[in-house]
T-cell receptor
């Protein structure tokens, strides 16, 4: 069965650079979530989209933005990267809310 | 704001024993409670979930109980096996939102 696809799997960037993470949800899933997980931490909710419209916003820095496109894939854009942005970034998708969310394999971002 | 507390942070059990992880949520409007298992460097994977209209749910060696009055829910793993060793996260979401708030995680070690 198709799963949530994230790319790239690994990304190394320098401070003050920009990064774009991509997420392809499971077909027919209408909701996409972005989470940030630091080492030894729980996943922190960043932002979500339902039917290509932003729905909820969490602890997403102003330097970050995200959108969902007409084909339902989503991108997380990160600018002016800081060392503290180094983390695992997960995308998840679900069919509607309050149902099982399936996570992608994550993008490991390292800022040096 | 919304908050999910999880205890204990680490738990070691002998193989074959039971393990119990507890979570408390702050928002009484929360109505969906998933549990995720995460192995090191991998994606969180749903192992069981429960809705607020149900008090208990069981799937083989795993069960979840919910006490809405106390705003507690717990994960029970019986006959633990070494492959159960991982970090377990509880989460909560509520109607009208598109986000899951995660607990801080429990690192479970099953000793052979």
């Amino acid at each position: 069965a198709a799963g949530v696809i994230q790319s790239p799997r690994h990304l190394i960037k320098e401070k003050r650079e920009t990064a774009t993470l991509k997420c392809y949800p499971i077909p027919r899933h209408d909701t996409v979530y972005w989470y940030q997980q630091g080492p030894g931490q729980d996943p922190q909710f960043l932002i979500s989209f339902y039917e290509k419209m932003q729905s909820d916003k969490g602890s997403i820095p102003d330097r970050f933005s995200a959108q969902q496109f007409s084909d339902y894939h989503s991108e997380l854009n990160m600018s002016s990267l800081e060392l503290g942005d180094s983390a695992l970034y997960f995308c998840a998708s679900s069919y509607n809310r309050n149902t099982e969310a399936f996570f992608g394999q994550g993008t490991r971002l390292t800022v040096v | 704001g919304e908050n999910v507390e999880q205890h204990p942070s680490t738990l070691s059990v002998q193989e074959g024993d039971s393990a119990v992880i507890k979570c408390t949520y702050s928002d009484s409007a929360s109505n969906y409670f998933p549990w995720y298992k995460q192995e090191l460097g991998k994606r969180p994977q749903l192992i069981i979930d429960i809705r607020s209209n149900v008090g208990e749910k069981k799937d083989q060696r795993i069960a979840v109980t919910l006490n809405k009055t106390a705003k507690h829910f717990s994960l029970h793993i019986t006959e633990t096996q070494p492959e159960d060793s991982a970090v377990y996260f509880c989460a909560a979401s509520k109607e009208g939102t598109y986000k899951y708030i995660f607990g801080t995680g429990t690192r479970l070690k099953v000793l052979a």
